[in-house]
């Protein structure tokens, strides 16, 4: 029994290996094949070894002690080579070895295979006679050939070393010195039979370090990961293999995730993925919180399931009692004619990730890829302000109907790229939001704005306040409020002199997520600005549960009432609404003679635009001031 202890240790090792495998999802690429082959090996030589330690003696019949030695040899030297291929595989497919790689890999494993089939005849590796196992001098092959293999796995990760983490190499290193010496040990001490206990350890070392499915699967959602998208794409754009990614976006995921709960939107997940492998996915990403991608080999087959998808989503998605409608978007790339490297196509999926205002389904070799690049340099230059701090704040003045003067000023961000240029805040900020450095860039803006304010910037301009950009980001920051006024000390500044701006797309989750928050913040002084009211999906109830005392209506609304009658009345009925709310009204683009005289007419109370004037520097604002000219008089109103 002493004989076999190390054998059934390691054979209990490998069915905790084989359980832990097969609850784990996992992909299909070729090095977790070779995985399973090296696990087989090991489990099929341990199982050879017990029964000839264990069980041939008590059966008495030497033909079969025979036979089981040879299936023990015939197992067993399939192990090193099984590990050799495993490493191999983790930097590209078999069908890309290169012939050298080939003949490393399979002549000395033909050939050492070829000495074990034909021992019954040569008895060059072993004997056993009356029961008595005896090694010949052939068994040195064996164990040369051993060696090489564990020589060529050290010496092609170091090669290869551009193509492995640094986590891989340490550990393929410290595995393949424990094998060299359990080797060394049973070749010097035949009694102390380790191998076997050794391979059954590297196996689930190499299960928990490389094969960890942690680093390859959403464990959320039980999707592979982006990692896991990235190994599959470089494998396929080494091989230059012809194949086709959707990625299906569900549009504002963060406010449906936030509104319907976490249990909702999982379910959800699930169930869309369920679908995706009925209509015939097979490998399905999950890129990022909202975004899917899957891979497809022909075009018909994605063009297809791309509009059957469509048809799908446009039914609502249940989880118990509640349902909700789930927008979706999704983008086909073409491999490798659109784009030809793994960067490049992770770069188009965040791209349309963020392209809110794309088609329902958009086909990548129809779009310029001039805005790709500009997408990429906006998240570069997002990166290095975040960094830096150094971005831009212009200052756009607001018109008073009722005082015939500039009232406030609106802030601005922006930022000045050496490639493309101004981005302005409307283009990088959605990019900031997803990448979580809003919130960053917020508290670095409100400083300079307080230090604006400081400096004279509304006292000596004869303005009420100044309004600023404001993300549900930071409102969930810990002590933002703490922090924001502190810095208002710190500068001797009231809360009454900032006007948050707050966007439609993020007030529809402030009204489920931070009322309180928004209310608290209102009571502590801070004014707060609906932006741009009538553009999409406004709800009135963020009106009247939070405490705005401004609202802006959208340009497109302006636009809209200038040449439709009924757009004209339904303007004049909020502007009439918002008043019996006690809410003020802002304008915004009014860019012309005309929507400037119809907004007067309309009793709206604040304006901006082109029409009033344009944006300025801290200087220039000045100036702009000092200078004013009532607009009352080009706009027709008086004579």
Not at 561 to 589: D, R
């Amino acid at each position: 029994m002493k004989e076999i202890s190390y054998h059934i240790a390691g054979l209990l090792m490998l069915a905790i290996i084989s359980i832990c495998y097969s609850l784990n999802k996992k992909t299909p690429l070729l090095h977790n094949k070779c995985y399973l082959v090296f696990v087989l090996s090991i489990a099929m030589t341990t199982a050879a070894a017990i029964f000839t330690d264990g069980i041939t003696d008590h059966i008495g019949i030497n033909t079969v002690k025979y036979i089981s030695y040879m299936l023990y040899f015939i197992t067993h030297v399939m192990c090193t080579p099984a590990a050799l291929l495993y490493v191999m595989s983790l930097r590209r497919e078999l069908g890309d070895f290169d012939t050298k790689e080939r003949i490393m890999l399979f002549a000395p494993f033909i050939f050492i295979e070829i000495l074990v089939f034909t021992n019954p005849l040569t008895n060059l590796i072993f004997t056993v006679e009356d029961m008595v196992y005896t090694r010949e001098k052939g068994m040195i092959f064996i164990y040369i050939i051993a060696f090489y293999y564990m020589i060529c796995i050290v010496a092609y990760i170091l090669v290869h070393r551009k193509h492995y983490s640094r986590s891989v190499i340490v550990a393929i290193t410290a595995l393949v010195g424990i094998m060299v010496a359990a080797s060394a040990v049973q070749f010097f001490f035949p009694l102390q039979k380790v191998e076997n206990f050794a391979l059954s350890l590297c196996a689930l070392a190499v299960l928990l370090v490389i094969q960890n499915p942690i680093s390859v699967i959403d464990t959320e959602y039980g999707l592979y990961n982006k990692n896991n998208l990235v190994s599959m794409l470089k494998y396929d754009f080494e091989r230059k293999k012809k194949f086709y990614i959707m990625t299906v976006v569900i549009n504002d995921f963060e406010h449906y995730s936030k509104s319907l709960g976490n249990d909702f939107i999982t379910n959800a997940i699930k169930q869309i993925t369920k679908v995706l492998f009925e209509i015939g996915a097979q490998k399905i990403y999950s890129v990022s919180p909202g975004v899917i991608s899957i891979e497809f080999p022909s075009f018909s087959e994605i063009n297809r399931k791309a509009s059957k998808l469509c048809e799908i989503f446009d039914r609502p998605w249940y989880c118990g009692t509640r349902s909700a409608m789930l927008p979706i978007r999704i983008c086909v790339v073409e491999c490798p004619e659109d784009v030809n490297d793994t960067t490049t196509l992770i770069n188009i999926i965040s791209w349309f990730e963020n392209n809110k205002e794309s088609e329902k389904i958009l086909y990548f070799s129809e779009v310029d890829n001039k805005n790709l690049v500009r997408a990429s340099a906006i998240k570069s230059a997002v990166k290095k302000v975040v960094e830096t701090g150094e971005f831009g704040i212009s200052y756009r003045p607001v018109y008073s109907f009722d005082e015939d003067n500039i009232s406030y000023v609106e802030s601005e961000l922006y930022i000045t790229d050496d490639v493309i240029g101004i981005i302005s805040d409307a283009e990088f900020s959605a990019v900031a939001e997803r990448s979580g450095d809003m919130a960053k860039i917020g508290e670095v803006a409100f400083e300079k704005i307080c230090q604006f304010i400081n400096a004279g910037g509304l006292e000596d301009n004869g303005l009420q306040y100044i309004e600023v950009p404001f993300s549900v980001v930071q409102c969930v920051q810990n002590n933002m409020a703490e922090r924001y006024l502190s810095v208002l000390e710190k500068y001797g500044i009231e809360p009454s002199k900032i006007c948050f701006k707050i966007s439609e797309i993020v007030t529809d989750e402030l009204s489920v997520i931070i009322e309180d928050y928004l209310n608290d913040l209102h009571e502590k002084g801070f004014l707060f600005c609906f932006n741009n009211f009538g553009a999409g999906k406004s709800e009135i109830s963020s009106i009247y549960n939070l405490p705005f005392s401004y609202v802006k209506i959208a340009d497109s609304v302006i636009s809209a009432a200038l040449s439709n009658g009924k757009a004209a009345i339904m303007l004049e009925s909020t502007l009439s609404l918002m008043m019996e709310l006690g809410i003020k009204t802002i304008a915004g683009g009014v860019d012309g003679e005309n929507s400037f005289r119809m907004l007067s007419n309309m009793n709206c109370q604040y304006a901006e635009g082109d029409f009033i004037s344009g944006s300025f520097d801290k200087k220039s604002l000045s100036d702009y001031i000092k200078s004013f000219e009532s607009p009352m008089v080009k706009g027709g109103v008086t004579e």
